[in-house]
């Protein structure tokens, strides 16, 4: 198997994280970009390992008993992953927000975890949702911290009809917000990303002291203010400190 085709196995993958529904090859083919025989295959591969399911009526496919192979391992209590999730309840409890999990995909942050609100009516945000990793409190706030030829680079992927110059002067554009995150250790944004949503930000690092994730309590715009602000971002700085000590083991 080549270095292409395990990625392309792995984006396949991927495609059932971010829905509960079933799939379909077509509708694999078009997440993934990728041509509808090469879905197939490798769909049949996993399917015949028992990762997948086919579901007889309707020829979709879903998730299989193989994954729960990984779960049971990746929900052992003794496993940081655990404890994580953990913390992230225990604050999304407290604040009755949503809190969310980032981590750094190329030029993409990628939700990873989420412990939701218990609101009836609540910002929702889906596991394996991808950002620019530029836009939004949760992907700001690893921006930040990236080198400037790697700040170009992105914004350079995600504007490439535009000039070298021109991803200097949005770069430039937006270099005050990025110092005060910076020195903030945090980012807030409002209707940003979403215009009904705010997002409170911190950055976590991994041993080496390299930005890799960020923490998010996301909400309503309509449920905040200056107070509740200043309450969710002392309550995330508290819990973000106790999940960087497993992010770093990780």
Not at 36 to 52: D, K, M, P, W
Not at 55 to 61: G, I, L, S, V, W
Not at 102 to 112: A, I, L, P, Q, S
Not at 225 to 232: A, G, I, L, S, V
């Amino acid at each position: 198997m080549t270095v292409k085709t395990l990625k392309n196995s792995l984006d396949i993958l991927e495609c059932f994280a971010t829905t509960e529904s079933s799939l379909g090859v077509r509708e694999i083919s078009r997440m993934t970009k990728l041509h509808t025989s090469v879905v197939q295959r490798t769909i049949n591969t996993f399917t015949e390992a028992g990762y997948l399911l086919q579901d007889e009526a309707t020829k979709k496919y879903k998730l299989g008993y193989k994954m729960f192979i990984f779960h049971n391992a990746l929900s052992n209590t003794s496993d940081p992953h655990f404890t994580i999730y953990e913390l992230m309840q225990s604050l999304a409890s407290e604040i009755n927000e949503s809190v969310f999990l980032t981590y750094m995909d190329n030029e993409y942050g990628v939700t990873t975890k989420i412990a939701e609100s218990n609101k009836n009516i609540k910002y929702a945000v889906s596991l394996g949702t991808k950002t620019p990793l530029y836009i939004g409190a949760s992907c700001k706030v690893m921006f930040a911290y990236l080198d400037e030829e790697r700040q170009l680079e992105l914004l350079a992927y995600f504007h490439e009809k535009q000039s070298d110059e021109e991803h200097k002067k949005l770069l430039a554009n937006l270099q005050e917000e990025l110092q005060t995150i910076r020195q903030n250790n945090w980012c807030v944004t409002v209707g940003e990303y979403n215009e009904h949503a705010f997002g409170i930000s911190v950055p976590l690092f991994n041993h080496k002291k390299e930005i890799i994730a960020s923490l998010t309590i996301s909400g309503l715009v309509y449920d905040i203010d200056e107070q509740r602000e200043k309450y969710m971002l002392e309550q995330l700085v508290k819990i973000a400190h106790q999940i960087q000590s497993h992010i770093s083991k990780l």
